[in-house]
T-cell receptor
Framework: GAGVSQSPSNKVTEKGKDVELRCDPI?????LYWYRQRLGQGLEFLIY????????KSGLPSDRFSAERTGESVSTLTIQRTQQEDSAVYLC????????????????FGPGTRLTVL | GDSVTQMEGPVTLSEEAFLTINCTYT??????LFWYVQYPGEGLQLLLK?????DKGSNKGFEATYRKETTSFHLEKGSVQVSDSAVYFC???????????FGSGTRLLVRP
């Protein structure tokens, strides 16, 4: 079946511009996560959605970052007034549920969007 | 806070060599531990996991044992192949949390 998809695969933008990154989770997955991977570093958690519950935004690095998700479908991560330090690969993941009940909490990752801010 | 430390790469091996990639963690509770792999041009994939102390996760010839006493989850494979060339990430999640906390990744290059 279809996995997690993300678009665009690559995005080059100028400093100060806004960007939108899209994630299509696996159908039926109630939980959706955004992570950021800077060059040579591990993945940093950004935000998490679970069904209709309030999202956990604790990982967002600044108020320039926001994300939305409609129901259990597509999510959009928006970065306003981009800065050079925002350059990274942004990864989206989804899982059936988001509690400790393995294997239902296994996260499946998309291929990522590589963002370059000039 | 919780953290994961893994050995820096790249690790370069000849085909059929033995592989060890070290991973240690710091956590306040009793986390689940994971190894993810990222093949060139592909997304992260779960390789194996262990949810409690002394559990051994295994998949595709790779193994890792959850060692609570040494807070480690080292990845091993007895005989690597060229197709194992990838970046390997160690990660944890607390029982009460959904977030994955990742190490910085270790690049493995296997030469024919």
């Amino acid at each position: 079946g279809a996995g997690v998809s993300q678009s665009p695969s690559n995005k080059v933008t100028e400093k100060g511009k806004d960007v939108e990154l899209r994630c299509d989770p696996i159908s039926g997955h109630t939980a959706l996560y955004w992570y950021r991977q800077r060059l040579g570093q591990g993945l940093e958690f950004l935000i998490y959605f679970q069904g209709n519950s309030a999202p956990d935004k604790s990982g967002l690095p600044s108020d320039r970052f926001s994300a939305e998700r409609t129901g259990e479908s597509v999510s959009t991560l928006t970065i306003q007034r981009t800065q050079q330090e925002d350059s990274a690969v942004y990864l989206c993941a989804s899982s059936l549920v988001a509690d400790g009940r393995a294997p239902y909490n296994e996260q499946f990752f998309g291929p990522g969007t590589r963002l370059t801010v000039l | 806070g919780d953290s994961v430390t893994q050995m820096e790469g790249p690790v370069t091996l000849s085909e059929e060599a033995f592989l060890t990639i070290n991973c240690t963690y710091t956590a306040t509770g009793y986390p689940s531990l994971f190894w993810y792999v990222q093949y060139p041009g592909e997304g992260l994939q779960l390789l194996l996991k262990a949810t409690k102390a002394d559990d051994k996760g295994s998949n595709k010839g790779f193994e890792a044992t959850y060692r609570k006493e040494t807070t480690s989850f080292h990845l091993e494979k007895g005989s690597v192949q060229v197709s194992d060339s990838a970046v390997y990430f160690c990660a944890l999640s607390e029982d009460s949390s959904y977030k994955l906390i990742f190490g910085s990744g270790t690049r493995l290059l296997v030469r024919p």
